[in-house]
Every structure is written in C-alpha cells, then in structure tokens.
C-alpha cells in the first residue's frame, strides 16, 4: 500500500481537483484506491458525490471514536473518508494530547485492502497536514503555475524538511504537477520553465489545464473523467494516472 498525501498550502491550485480526478483515474486503472479527505471544507467529499452528514467520518476515526472500516463510504471504484466541518476544531480538540499527529498514520496501520491512498490536505500547514505527511510515503504538489505559488514552494519544502527530521525520515517528495496552466499567458509560461530549471527530477511531465469542464464537474458529484470522459481536463488526469504509475514501477 502506498500512501501520497496531495499537499499545497496555498489554496486555488487545484489540489482537491488533483485528488478526486487522480484517485479515480487511478481506480479506473483496476488499483484498488481510498482517498481521504482531510479538508473541513469537503470538497473532495462532494466532488465525489458522498455524504458529508454520514457518521462516522475521517473526523470521528481521528478522534478514536471509530476503526477505519465504520468510517469508509463507497464511491463507485474507489472508497471514501469523507471529511466533516468539525476538523476544523480538530486542533482544538487535540491539544496538548500526546501523538495527536500520529492519529492518521496509527488509524492506517495494518491497511492493507488498497493498493493506493490519496490524502487531499487542507490549504494549510496545521495539524491535519502534519497528520498527512506523517502517514504519508510520499507527497505530491500541485501547483498553478504563477509567482506566489514559487514562495509558497519554499515554505512547504521548508516543513518536508521538518517533518522528515523530525517524524519521519522516510517521507519523500512524488513530484510537482503544474494545474491550471494557461499556454496563451506569457508568466504561465515563465514560471513552468522556472519549475523546470530547479526541480527537472521532480516535475510531473503531465500538465494540466486550465478547463472549465473540470471546475463544472463538483457540482455534478463526480470526476471530470466520469463527467466528461472527453475534455481536456479529464485527458489530462488520465494521462497522470499513467504517468504515476510508471514512477511507481521504478520505485
């Protein structure tokens, strides 16, 4: 079982666009996949079409108030955590708690029903994001290819650095995925050859585009690739899907 927790801090870099589409990408490719959402806001939850009001939840298993298997939904190939708004009182509730960012690791362990765990983590580097890395392998970032997203890239390696150091030596970088690229703008353009030049082994050869068929598909619950088999977006993921396995066979 590998564990790839989809992280960025900065929001609005299609992060949870990356871990609905991939995981099911993925599934479509007969792994057997849990994606779980980590977000209180849920949007891979209802890009999925689930039931955020469903208890238990990944907030419940958090808490150890449920196992691993009480708190699953199923959504078509794949399985579900579907998040809750009460993570975000998680830190809260958490505090002071001896290993409180162990919970997601130690609630994984002995899993061994998936071939593939995607985590989408919250726009931030709190407590659930440090519960992701740590139950992580490894990490992928998306990124939007503009000049924040470059500063936002030092902080979040920045934290790696930590949570390697100090949590788990064996957490390691996936890759980086530019997402809603726009060939026509010329700084699009600028800041992907920037990526390029410093992290050539890391990036992700797939680039994914700016697509309003992918921004329309949440409101319909379901992936790009279920929504519209045929847009550019849900080419795109498929193509990243492909491109993620064949890392995995090298490792």
Not at 24 to 47: C, E, M
Not at 160 to 177: F, S, W
Not at 189 to 209: A, C, D, N, Q
């Amino acid at each position: 079982m590998r564990v790839v927790a989809i992280a960025n801090q900065k929001g609005g870099v299609g992060k949870t666009t990356t871990a609905v589409n991939l995981a099911a990408a993925v599934a479509a490719l007969d792994k057997r996949v849990l994606l779980i959402d980590l977000d209180p806001q849920g949007n891979a939850s209802t890009g999925l079409g689930a039931d955020k009001g469903r208890w238990p939840n990944v907030y419940h298993l958090l808490l150890g108030e449920v196992d691993l298997a009480a708190a699953l939904q199923g959504c078509g190939a794949l399985s579900l955590l579907a998040a809750s708004p009460d993570l975000a009182a998680l830190e809260v509730e958490l505090a002071g708690q001896e290993g409180r960012e162990l919970r997601l690791r130690d609630a994984l362990r002995g899993a061994e029903d998936w071939d593939y765990v995607f985590i989408d983590c919250p726009p931030s580097l709190g407590l659930l994001t440090l519960n992701a890395l740590v139950a992580a392998d490894r990490v992928m970032i998306p990124m939007q290819c503009e000049y924040f997203a470059l500063e936002g890239l030092t902080q979040l390696l920045d934290t790696l650095r930590r949570v390697r150091a100090q949590l788990h030596p064996g957490l390691e970088v996936d890759g980086l995925l530019r997402t809603m690229f726009d060939a026509r703008n010329r700084l699009s353009t600028e800041v992907s050859g920037e990526l390029e030049r410093h992290f050539p082994e890391r990036m992700y050869r797939v680039i994914v585009p700016r697509n309003v068929r992918l921004a329309e598909a949440p409101s319909f619950g379901q992936p790009a690739i279920h929504y519209d088999p045929q847009c550019a977006g849900a080419d795109a993921y498929r193509q990243l899907a492909q491109e993620f396995l064949q890392r995995e066979q090298r490792l």
